[in-house]
């Protein structure tokens, strides 16, 4: 294959890119999952080198960022930025624009992941991401920033698309839910659902108990686009209303916003204290719906945030859209860095 | 080549194989070592992602198995769980189902390596990476357990074909002998020889001072080999008496079962110890063979274990083995995980 | 191709090489550089593996050698000893002949990185080097040790013959001139281009201030090295003269002497000091040169080491530089380790 339209791009958020683009991908990775290992993808990126940045450690995002290089025939490199000595305000070191024209020297692309843990407020991993694109002269990926997480927001359209045999989600419902659980999840994979489902032109209902708000211009912005698509947007702090009707469940922990003023380990301790039991997706509220498809991006903390019973049932697309994660990778970097 | 009828296999225990089975990988296994880097070893995993899942830290064993895959055409990714958040009793995470599935659509073929130090009783181990064959849709390879080791056995037997230039091991007799050293050493080389030795047929003697038994379980099933085998078996605490017409010496440290109550770091003192010089291989107890080979898993503690002359000289297998380790493992990948 | 003339070399420093074989590798570096990931390029080294041991940790180094065997068709093995149990006097473990000896099995060569704070005197470092290197079957490829860093040298020299369009570097000078910033820097870069520059007949002038003596035996090579290719070396103590008609300079910081004995943690607080500030590299200075080049090995400590008009200006090679780290790697390794 030649160079795609969308080569050089970076992808930080899906709201960068049109839905066309959103949808050249989208189709490549169908494909590419039909067709894994066939010898036209397998030299996409032959012989290239694809640098990952892990400031924060990951399993999923890391396995699948290695695997999707490999099997276009490139090398993923692993590295985590303790070993970095990038400048601060705090220590001498390298700045982003050096590190990042470097790179763009022996690299095809960057990934890099960074999340509310390693920054100093909310915004900055996002911006770090944008930072180097700035500088890069390769594309630069998102696996997980503060605010988005493009490959995930993907993987999860393209599970739906595979399920419901359609790419046209008007009039379908999705519940994005909050789930108790002990651990304190990020808001990257939450909005960057909620970004790109609100585009598709679903229905959208946001459900969370008080003081669980997520970023108001995420959300300003996902109204927005149900708006523009004549489709419904509500937000409710009910643990069960927001399933009535729905065709997909995605219920998920997050953090929340008071975890930027009092630090990530404190939130962990109120999450790990399990305040609202009530707010666990189970079968009795998934009868609710119309059937619903149910989304979570994996690890999954059964028990807390889901059953087993709906984790694992037929309705589930837990490994589905895990394995999506895969393709929609290898997706992404074929068309923005294949010659 | 196609599918073997090995594809899919686990290989946690040489036990678990029958013998053809194993024949097969070591014969497979000589012919990559003949034949290294044709051009039909290099495609057999080509694109593919092998995951090696460290839980301990390990030098031989990485080296051997990414170099494996790549000489496969395959890809190893280093894996060290402090990433994974698995669920145990004390702490929220993902369960090993979940892990396992997933990974399942990432990789064709999972290692893992867990050591006494990383679990709470003996067998625990080898345990879960039973539990992880039960769940996931890929081959588990065993990378050393608490218990087991079957990729060091083969190695061992490679060697001693080599050297022999026989397959027909009956009627040799191993020398499986407990040497002194300043660490503390593993059961699962030991054990793993023990039991697929008795079954090819050699007598077999195991020394070692009183209070270093080994896994009664293991001991008993390499007895009843040997009995089934019309060979010899006996235990013998004398560091010089097993050594009598021995065709292949066996000398390596191990830990005591008192470690699983007390504690590693209690064990490594004791050792450390080195309370019993006279459990050293060197020339003169070697004299006593019938000019037996010197077999070893390295690393070697040298001065300890073994004197340098013994370790060093014509009769050992110590490097020859450490390179087969590349090769039954390749051979063993192949035949499970080739296409 | 076939083996080179430079089959189963070690490179440790340029001087252990002739200015022919230098230039064979610069040469086929300078063509790999035009023509990247050409078919016949691609195939030199697949299904090889290079190990590469980091002492010390590296960002650049580990990217260019990672992405140098990717682009062979090999695969870099990234292993930090932390995991490697050696022998030392301190403590049990495994001889560096047996580790040496075990990899040249499973590699088709070892690059190792020792700096100064991971030994005891200085020297320690290249020892080791030279000690694998005794034992290897496979070349051993310094990146980076207390004395050398060859490829270091070498990517400079690349840089220079690029931009001045000729390999005759008679009647230039070099200035090589220390710079304060705050953190220590290694000797290596520093001498190995003392050494090979002084080779290829440029002047030399070497500039620091008081306290900070390099290596007395590489000095008094250098200096050899000039007088029998007619050409100047002086060292100076003056933050300016030395760059009075300057053809490149070469400004860099450097731990001092004093480092070994009051070790670097206190040496990092004295370079924090920022004692020198008249020793920085800035466009005033370069104004008195022969439009000169900048060379840098980075990470720059932009502010301190060198302002930024300087390092992003047109003259500076630093990103070229960075760049050739990759191709003269890729060209040693297909020299030395290609069959």
Redesign the interface.
Known sequence: MGRSPLYGRDLICTRDWSLEELDLALDLASEMKRDR?SESH?NIL????F?MFFYN????T???F??AA??L???A???EP????L?TSQ?????VE??A???S???CGIGIRILEDRIGAYGEGDALLREYAGHAAVPILNMADDRFHPFQGLADVMGMRGRWGTKDFRGKKLLQVWSH???ARSWCSVQESLLINSRLGMDVTLAYPKGYDLDPEVIGEAKANCQANGARFEIVHDAVGGYDGADVVYARNWMSPAAYDGGFDKEKEIQ?ALRHPDWICDTNKMRLTDRALFLHP?????G?EVTDEVASGPQSL??EV??NR?HVQKAVMALTMGE
């Open positions: 290992f397998l032959r012989g290239r080198t640098m450690p990951s399993v999923r890391r396995q699948s290695e695997a490999t099997e025939g490139a090398h490199q692993f590295l303790r070993a970095m000595r400048k220590s001498a070191g390298e700045t050096d590190a024209k470097v790179m020297r022996y690299a659980g002990a651990l790990k994996m690890p999954v903390d059964r807390h837990i490994y895990a394995e895969l």
